[in-house]
């Protein structure tokens, strides 16, 4: 039986296509709409995570300038290089280009990049010069890209070191006054809304987000010129000296503004990483000395202060005297000894039998007036408060050692604050690295008892002084030496400290100034022969270049040079006990301990 095939029906085709197309295009907008209207906010972040992005915009950190408007740490721009490690896998044949462009061995950044194969940002190099930046840029390596950013640069290099510190790669402040004002030299980094081409190119710029605030600028106290005087002529005097280490600092008496302070030995901020770190610290505010006779002037002045008449006539002989079961000495007899040449001659016998003459409390009293035994609050990071026992502990043997500077500890911050104090008719002014930062003064003692005190202390520089190598053509300058030995080991080595500290002029007194020097192994020794020479350098050039007037006129207009050196003055410590050859003279030290003034 034949079949018959069946009529070609086209409408029905049609139809049926038409209805299955139709319903394609149902599902497509329906798919459509989900997208733009029910899921449009997803989509649309996916879509921007392919290719809007938000970059930061970098800030530069605030410029720290000198008293005088100097920059002393400044922000330079400049580019760091860095990589999808995602992306730049995809083209590793051209690591070994990469690695060329930047400087770094291939394997190093073969490794590095494998290590990292699941992130999308690491830094390559940081920091580099902005051409070098460009220059990688340019071989078109995909998944290398660079940013702005800045870098801390100092112009004066060491000789501001110490006090500025240093700021760590991401322009965060590590030490010093970098440290101590991070948050306001520190600017807010600024965003913008971009959008990126497939090759992580900006081709648009579509919102700013937020803008940059670049940090705030600081004013410091220091002048340049004369930390560049105090620097060169420390370091001088270890050199000559064979020294370990120093310190110096110079305050401007009537304000507390710190105009120098410099350390030996530095290290150059720039290239700190080739630096040994123990150079970092500022010792004139971290490290404490046993300061020997500079603290002979704050017992006579307690002496004074506690009804001693100030015309006394102190008996030193024999030049030497039991302090309990310890015996102390000086250089050589002095004999009977008024109370400006106590100073000058530095008798620790004379100094010893005032602060017994006196209590405990008293004594403690008047060197905390002066700021010994607290921090000085200056605000720099790591600031020692110095050790001044509490009067309740001390003994007999403890009050005389005190009167001549031993048993007690200072930062040289500390000391030139108390002489500032002095010259400062008694005002004690807290020390600022600020320009114009003071701070409420403490009254310490009457006005007319540091200006007495003054005046005794320029017998100290003067023919028969043991500082006489501190004086200065055409102006008054008082001071006071100091040497003593160093602790080690719960006792004290054969290593001494060399201090000198002073103000001049005397009659309207602009500086004080300290110096101190460690382990001097040249043949001198003495805070008179090591330390009194730099004050002396400093201040001249200090009084010429801030065009200080002289106040000895006499002198200036004779021409003459201060008083010659004529011989060696001075006192030395030797404490010993009655029927033993050591012992301590409080916990910690060693009975030879040895204190010595003199030229």
Same mark, same amino acid.
């Given at each position: 039986?034949?079949?018959?095939?069946?009529?070609?029906?086209?409408?029905? &085709? #049609?139809?049926? $296509?038409?209805?299955? /197309? *139709?319903?394609?295009?149902? !599902? =497509?907008?329906?798919?459509? %709409? @989900?997208?733009?209207?029910?899921?449009?906010?997803?989509?649309?972040?996916?879509?921007?995570?392919?290719?809007?992005?938000?970059?930061?915009?970098?800030?530069?950190?605030?410029?720290?300038?000198?008293?005088?408007?100097?920059?002393?740490?400044?922000?330079?721009?400049?580019?760091?290089?860095?990589?999808?490690?995602?992306?730049?896998?995809?083209?590793?044949? &051209? #690591?070994?280009? $990469?690695?060329?462009? /930047? *400087?770094?061995?291939?394997? !190093? =950044?073969?490794?590095?990049? %494998? @290590?990292?194969?699941?992130?999308?940002?690491?830094?390559?190099?940081?920091?580099?010069?902005?051409?070098?930046?460009?220059?990688?840029?340019?071989?078109?390596?995909?998944?290398?890209?660079?940013?702005?950013?800045?870098?801390?640069?100092?112009?004066?290099?060491?000789?501001?070191?110490?006090?500025?510190?240093?700021?760590?790669?991401?322009?965060?402040?590590?030490?010093?006054?970098? $440290?101590?004002?991070?948050?306001?030299?520190?600017?807010?980094?600024?965003?913008?809304?971009?959008?990126?081409?497939?090759?992580?190119?900006?081709?648009?710029?579509?919102?700013?987000?937020?803008?940059?605030?670049?940090?705030?600028?600081?004013?410091?106290?220091?002048?340049?010129?004369?930390?560049?005087?105090?620097?060169?002529?420390?370091?001088?005097?270890?050199?000559?000296?064979?020294?370990?280490?120093?310190?110096?600092?110079?305050?401007?008496?009537?304000?507390?503004?710190?105009?120098?302070?410099?350390?030996?030995?530095?290290?150059?901020?720039?290239?700190?990483?080739?630096?040994?770190?123990?150079?970092?610290?500022?010792?004139?505010?971290?490290?404490?000395?046993?300061?020997?006779?500079?603290?002979?002037?704050?017992?006579?002045?307690?002496?004074?202060?506690?009804?001693?008449?100030?015309?006394?006539?102190?008996?030193?002989?024999?030049?030497?005297?039991?302090?309990?079961?310890?015996?102390?000495?000086?250089?050589?007899?002095?004999?009977?000894?008024?109370?400006?040449?106590?100073?000058?001659?530095?008798?620790?016998?004379?100094?010893?039998?005032?602060?017994?003459?006196?209590?405990?409390?008293?004594?403690?009293?008047?060197?905390?007036?002066?700021?010994?035994?607290?921090?000085?609050?200056?605000?720099?990071?790591?600031?020692?408060?110095?050790?001044?026992?509490?009067?309740?502990?001390?003994?007999?043997?403890?009050?005389?050692?005190?009167?001549?500077?031993?048993?007690?500890?200072?930062?040289?911050?500390?000391?030139?604050?108390?002489?500032?104090?002095?010259?400062?008719?008694?005002?004690?002014?807290?020390?600022?690295?600020?320009?114009?930062?003071?701070?409420?003064?403490?009254?310490?003692?009457?006005?007319?008892?540091?200006?007495?005190?003054?005046?005794?202390?320029?017998?100290?520089?003067?023919?028969?002084?043991?500082?006489?190598?501190?004086?200065?053509?055409?102006?008054?300058?008082?001071?006071?030496?100091?040497?003593?030995?160093?602790?080690?080991?719960?006792?004290?080595?054969?290593?001494?400290?060399?201090?000198?500290?002073?103000?001049?002029?005397?009659?309207?007194?602009?500086?004080?100034?300290?110096?101190?020097?460690?382990?001097?192994?040249?043949?001198?020794?003495?805070?008179?022969?090591?330390?009194?020479?730099?004050?002396?350098?400093?201040?001249?050039?200090?009084?010429?270049?801030?065009?200080?007037?002289?106040?000895?006129?006499?002198?200036?207009?004779?021409?003459?040079?201060?008083?010659?050196?004529?011989?060696?003055?001075?006192?030395?410590?030797?404490?010993?006990?009655?029927?033993?050859?050591?012992?301590?003279?409080?916990?910690?030290?060693?009975?030879?301990?040895?204190?010595?003034?003199?030229?």
């Amino acid at each position: 039986m034949k079949v018959r095939a069946r009529p070609y029906n086209f409408r029905l &085709r #049609l139809t049926i $296509l038409t209805a299955v /197309l *139709g319903c394609c295009g149902v !599902v =497509l907008v329906g798919r459509a %709409a @989900q997208m733009q209207l029910l899921n449009r906010d997803f989509y649309q972040h996916q879509g921007d995570q392919r290719f809007l992005r938000e970059v930061p915009i970098a800030t530069s950190r605030g410029m720290i300038t000198d008293r005088n408007g100097e920059p002393l740490a400044v922000s330079t721009p400049v580019e760091s290089v860095w990589a999808n490690p995602k992306e730049l896998l995809q083209h590793a044949d &051209r #690591l070994p280009e $990469l690695a060329d462009a /930047l *400087g770094i061995p291939r394997e !190093v =950044l073969t490794q590095s990049i %494998a @290590q990292r194969a699941d992130k999308e940002f690491v830094f390559l190099r940081r920091r580099i010069n902005p051409d070098d930046a460009e220059a990688v840029l340019k071989r078109g390596i995909p998944g290398v890209y660079a940013q702005r950013e800045f870098r801390r640069f100092y112009p004066h290099g060491e000789v501001m070191a110490h006090v500025l510190g240093f700021t760590n790669i991401d322009d965060h402040g590590q030490e010093g006054l970098e $440290l101590a004002f991070d948050s306001w030299l520190t600017g807010k980094p600024g965003a913008q809304r971009v959008i990126r081409d497939r090759r992580g190119r900006i081709v648009e710029n579509v919102d700013l987000i937020r803008a940059a605030e670049p940090g705030k600028d600081i004013t410091l106290s220091i002048d340049r010129r004369i930390q560049y005087l105090a620097y060169r002529e420390l370091k001088t005097a270890l050199l000559e000296n064979g020294a370990a280490s120093g310190s110096a600092v110079i305050v401007d008496v009537s304000t507390g503004e710190i105009l120098a302070m410099v350390n030996q030995p530095a290290f150059n901020p720039n290239a700190r990483e080739a630096a040994d770190p123990g150079t970092h610290r500022n010792r004139a505010v971290t490290d404490v000395v046993e300061p020997g006779s500079v603290i002979k002037p704050y017992t006579v002045v307690a002496a004074l202060e506690d009804g001693v008449d100030p015309n006394i006539i102190v008996q030193t002989s024999p030049g030497w005297m039991m302090l309990g079961k310890y015996r102390i000495s000086d250089v050589h007899d002095h004999g009977a000894v008024d109370l400006t040449h106590l100073l000058s001659e530095s008798s620790n016998i004379g100094a010893a039998k005032l602060g017994l003459n006196m209590t405990s409390e008293h004594l403690y009293d008047v060197l905390r007036r002066f700021g010994y035994g607290d921090s000085t609050h200056s605000g720099f990071p790591g600031e020692s408060a110095g050790v001044l026992a509490p009067p309740q502990t001390w003994g007999m043997v403890k009050r005389g050692s005190i009167s001549y500077g031993m048993g007690l500890s200072v930062t040289p911050l500390q000391l030139a604050q108390a002489y500032a104090t002095l010259a400062n008719g008694g005002k004690r002014m807290p020390p600022t690295f600020l320009k114009g930062g003071q701070g409420e003064p403490i009254q310490a003692v009457t006005p007319k008892l540091a200006h007495d005190m003054l005046h005794m202390l320029e017998g100290v520089t003067q023919d028969g002084g043991t500082a006489q190598k501190a004086a200065i053509l055409g102006y008054h300058v008082a001071g006071k030496t100091g040497t003593a030995r160093t602790a080690s080991g719960g006792g004290y080595s054969r290593k001494y400290v060399s201090v000198f500290a002073g103000v001049v002029p005397i009659d309207h007194p602009k500086f004080a100034m300290v110096v101190v020097i460690n382990n001097p192994s040249g043949k001198s020794y003495y805070g008179g022969l090591v330390s009194a020479p730099v004050f002396h350098n400093v201040m001249e050039g200090a009084l010429r270049l801030m065009d200080v007037p002289p106040d000895n006129i006499a002198q200036w207009t004779a021409g003459a040079a201060p008083g010659a050196l004529s011989r060696a003055g001075g006192a030395t410590i030797a404490l010993q006990p009655a029927h033993a050859a050591a012992a301590a003279l409080a916990p910690g030290a060693d009975a030879d301990a040895e204190e010595s003034d003199g030229l």
